[in-house]
C-alpha cells in the first residue's frame, strides 16, 4: 500500500537525482556499434601524427643537408681567395666537424628567435601603432657566428702575411704605389701586424719612446715608417716628424722614405722601427744620411731573424757614413742600434781631423755616402724578409 501513498518531497527529490545519474551513465556508456568506429579514428590520428612527425624530420634533415653544403661552399670559396692572395691556403683547412656543428646550432637558434611571435603587451602596442615618418636606418652591423669569425680571423690573417711579403719584396716605390691606391690595406696590414708584436715580451717603439722621453723638446726627431705615429702620439710635446706610405693621422706626412721631403741636415735623430723593409732600404738609410745633421743620430730596431750576418750589416752602415755606438740584442726579437753622423772630418773615435788635412779630406771622401754604390752593398743580402709564421 505504500505505493499509492503520496511520495513525501524528499523521496521526489531523490527519485529525480536518480534519474539523472542514470542519464550520465547512461551517455557515457560506449555503444556497442560506436566502439570499432571510435579505435579506428584513434588510429587514424595516430598515424596523422607519426606522418607529421617524420615529414617535420625529413625537412630537417633537408634543412641541415642545405646548410653544410652552404658551408662547404663557403670554405672552397675562402680557399680560393686565399690562394688568389698567393697563400698555400693551410689556415683554410676544410672546416672540422665540430664547426660545422656549432653553425648548424647556431642557425637553428637563430630561426628560432625569428619565429618567435610578438607576444609583450609593450611590442604589441608598438604592432599596433602606425609607424612613425621613415627615418634612415642606422647602418646595423650583422653579428657574426664564431665559425664566421674564425673566418674572418683566417682571411685576415692570409691577407696580413700577403702585405707583409709585398712590403719586403719590393722597393719602397712600389709599395708606396700599392698603399697609396688601395689605403686600405695599410689598416689591414697594421692590424695583423699589431696582433703580431702583442705576443713579443717588449714592442722596440715603447723602447725608443722611453730614450727619446728625457731628450729637449726641441731635438727635431724623425720617425721614419711611423706607422700609426705612436711615438708622436705619446711625445706630444717633442718635435717629431713621422712619415709613412699612407698618412693614417694628420700626424704622419705620406712618402716613400727613399725620398724625404726634408731638408738637408736638418734632423737631430732618425728611427727606423721595424721599417726597414723596402729591397732598397739601404736608399733609406742613405736619405736618413742626409737629413740627419753632423752628430745627428741614427736609432734602429729589426727583427733578429732578419740578419744573415750583424757585422756585415754593421759594415754596410760604416760605408754609409755612420759610426756605430751601442747595440743591444738581449732581446728574444729584435736588436737595437745606435749609430751617428760624425761630423765631417771627424776620425772614429769622434776626434776632429785638422781641417783641410790630407787625414779630414780623407775621411770626408771615405763618408760621402752619394759615392756609395748601394748595389755593392747588396742590401737583400744583408737583411732577409720577415715572414710571419701561420697561427
Ligand atoms: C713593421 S711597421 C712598424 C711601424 C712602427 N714603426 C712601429 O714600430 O709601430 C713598418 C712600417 O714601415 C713602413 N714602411 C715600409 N717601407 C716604407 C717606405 N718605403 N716608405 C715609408 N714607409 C715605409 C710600413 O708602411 C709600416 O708602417
Not at 92 to 107: F, G, I, M, R, T
Not at 311 to 338: H, Q, T
Not at 362 to 388: A, H, R, T
Request: charged share 35%; glycine share 4%.
Amino acid at each position: 500500500m505504500a505505493g499509492l501513498l503520496p511520495k513525501s518531497k524528499k523521496d521526489k527529490k531523490a527519485e529525480k537525482k536518480a534519474a539523472a545519474a542514470a542519464a550520465v551513465v547512461e551517455e557515457a556508456k560506449p555503444v556497442e556499434s560506436e566502439k570499432p568506429a571510435k579505435e579506428k579514428k584513434d588510429k587514424k590520428d595516430n598515424i596523422k601524427a607519426d606522418n607529421a612527425a617524420s615529414k617535420k624530420q625529413q625537412q630537417l634533415a633537408k634543412e641541415r643537408e642545405k646548410l653544410l653544403e652552404a658551408l662547404a661552399r663557403t670554405n672552397s670559396a675562402l680557399e680560393e681567395l686565399q690562394e688568389s692572395l698567393g697563400d698555400e691556403g693551410e689556415d683554410a683547412a676544410p672546416l672540422a666537424k665540430k664547426d660545422v656543428k656549432s653553425a648548424v646550432q647556431d642557425k637553428k637558434k637563430n630561426k628560432k628567435e625569428e619565429a618567435a611571435p610578438t607576444t609583450t603587451k609593450k611590442e604589441k602596442k608598438a604592432a599596433a601603432t602606425p609607424a612613425p615618418a621613415p627615418v634612415a636606418p642606422a647602418a646595423k652591423q650583422p653579428k657574426l657566428t664564431k665559425l664566421q669569425e674564425q673566418m674572418k680571423k683566417t682571411l685576415a690573417g692570409g691577407k696580413f702575411r700577403f702585405l707583409n711579403e709585398q712590403l719586403y719584396t719590393t722597393t719602397g716605390e712600389e709599395a708606396f704605389d700599392l698603399f697609396q691606391s688601395k689605403p686600405e690595406l695599410f689598416d689591414e696590414y697594421h692590424e695583423g701586424f699589431r696582433s703580431q708584436v702583442e705576443l713579443w715580451p717588449q714592442n722596440p717603439v715603447d723602447i725608443f719612446i722611453s730614450q727619446l722621453k728625457p731628450m729637449s723638446k726641441d731635438t727635431v726627431i724623425a720617425d721614419l715608417g711611423c706607422g700609426d705615429a705612436q711615438i708622436s702620439a705619446e711625445l706630444p710635446k717633442h718635435n717629431v716628424l713621422s712619415f709613412d706610405l699612407v698618412a693614417k693621422n694628420d700626424r704622419v706626412t705620406a712618402c716613400d722614405i727613399a725620398h724625404l721631403p726634408l731638408e738637408d741636415a736638418s734632423v737631430d735623430v732618425a728611427i727606423f722601427c721595424l721599417s726597414l723593409m723596402g729591397t732598397d732600404f739601404l736608399k733609406f738609410l742613405r736619405e736618413a744620411y742626409r737629413v740627419l745633421k753632423p752628430n745627428g743620430k741614427l736609432k734602429i730596431s729589426e727583427v733578429i731573424s732578419r740578419f744573415t750576418d750583424v757585422d756585415a750589416f754593421v759594415a754596410a752602415l760604416n760605408a754609409l757614413g755612420f759610426e756605430l755606438k751601442d747595440s743591444d740584442s738581449s732581446n728574444k726579437m729584435f736588436i737595437m742600434f745606435d749609430f751617428i753622423k760624425p761630423a765631417p772630418g771627424a776620425s772614429s773615435s769622434g776626434k776632429k781631423a785638422k781641417k783641410g788635412s790630407k787625414k779630414a779630406k780623407v775621411q770626408e771622401e771615405v763618408v760621402d755616402p752619394s759615392n756609395v754604390d748601394l748595389e755593392e752593398l747588396d742590401g737583400p743580402s744583408l737583411l732577409k724578409p720577415c715572414i710571419y709564421k701561420k697561427r
